[in-house]
C-alpha cells in the first residue's frame, strides 16, 4: 500500500461506524496508471469524509427502508452505504475509482457488516442488469461540467416507476439543472437546508428529495 491512512469514529444516533479514510488530501497511490478513470490530482478525493456525504448519512439514518432497494452513486468512502447497511437495509453501491470497493469492503469487515453489492463504473455507465431501485442517493455528485445530464440518465435507466431520488448538495450550480431534468422525468423536489456541523462557522447545505409517483420518504428520528 503505498498511501496513508487513518481511522474515523462516526457516531449517528445509536450506530457507531469505523471508518478507514485516506489521512490526507495529498495522498496518491504510486502504481496510478496513465490510463487511470482518476487523475493525480483527484486520486485522493474518494477517501475523505466529506460534509455533503455525512449530512446524507444521517438523513438516512432514520428513513423507513424496509421493503426497498437502494443504490448509492459516486460513494466515494460510502458511509451512508454502511450506515444503511447496519440498518439491515438492500444497498448497492458505486464509485468509478478504483480503490473504493476495496475500502468499502475493508469499512465492511471493520464493522462486522455483510459486504456491500458494488460497481465500479461512471453514473451513466452502470450495469443494466442492476435493474430498477427504490430510492438512489448521491453526495455532492454535481461538481463537475455535465454532471447533472449524467445523473439524469442514471435516475432514467435506474429508478422504478415509483421512485424516490436524495441529493446532499454543498450549493453546486448544477443543481437546478438536475430539477429541470428530473421534473421532465415526472419528479417534484423537496428541499431542505441542512447543516454541516463539521465545518467551521456551521456552513450549511441542501437535501434534495426528489419524488415520483411516491410520497416523500418517511423519516423517524435516528436511534
Known amino acids: ?11 449517528f444516533g445509536a450506530i457507531t461506524l ?10 496518491v497511490d504510486s502504481q496510478l496508471s496513465e490510463d487511470a478513470p482518476v487523475s493525480s490530482a483527484q ?11 455525512l449530512a446524507l448519512a444521517r438523513h438516512v439514518a432514520g428513513i423507513d427502508i424496509a421493503g426497498l432497494r437502494l443504490l448509492e452513486f459516486g460513494c466515494g468512502l460510502g458511509v451512508p452505504s454502511l450506515l444503511l447497511r447496519a440498518r439491515g437495509a438492500d444497498i448497492h453501491a458505486s464509485d468509478i475509482h478504483p480503490r473504493a470497493q476495496e475500502f468499502l469492503d475493508f469499512n465492511c469487515a471493520l464493522n462486522d457488516l455483510p459486504r456491500i453489492p458494488f460497481s ?7 450495469p443494466s442488469a442492476l435493474g430498477r431501485y427504490d430510492v438512489l442517493l448521491g453526495a455532492d455528485v454535481l461538481y463537475e461540467r455535465g454532471a447533472a445530464e449524467t445523473v439524469a440518465e442514471l435516475v432514467n435507466a435506474h429508478a422504478k416507476p415509483c421512485a424516490r431520488v436524495l441529493i446532499s448538495d454543498p450549493g453546486r450550480e448544477q443543481t437546478a439543472r438536475l430539477s429541470k431534468l428530473l421534473v421532465l422525468q415526472g419528479f417534484a423536489l423537496c428541499e431542505q437546508r ?8 456551521n456552513t450549511r447545505g441542501r437535501l434534495l428529495e426528489f419524488s415520483r409517483d411516491a410520497p416523500p420518504i418517511a423519516h423517524r428520528p435516528a436511534l
Open 1 to 11: 500500500m503505498s498511501y496513508k491512512t487513518r481511522q474515523h469514529a462516526l457516531s
Open 18 to 27: 469505523q471508518v478507514r479514510a485516506l489521512l490526507d488530501l495529498q495522498q
Open 43 to 53: 486520486w485522493a478525493l474518494f477517501g475523505h469524509l466529506w460534509p455533503a456525504g
Open 120 to 126: 465500479t463504473a461512471e453514473f451513466k455507465q452502470l
Open 194 to 201: 441542512v447543516a454541516y456541523p463539521e465545518t467551521p462557522m
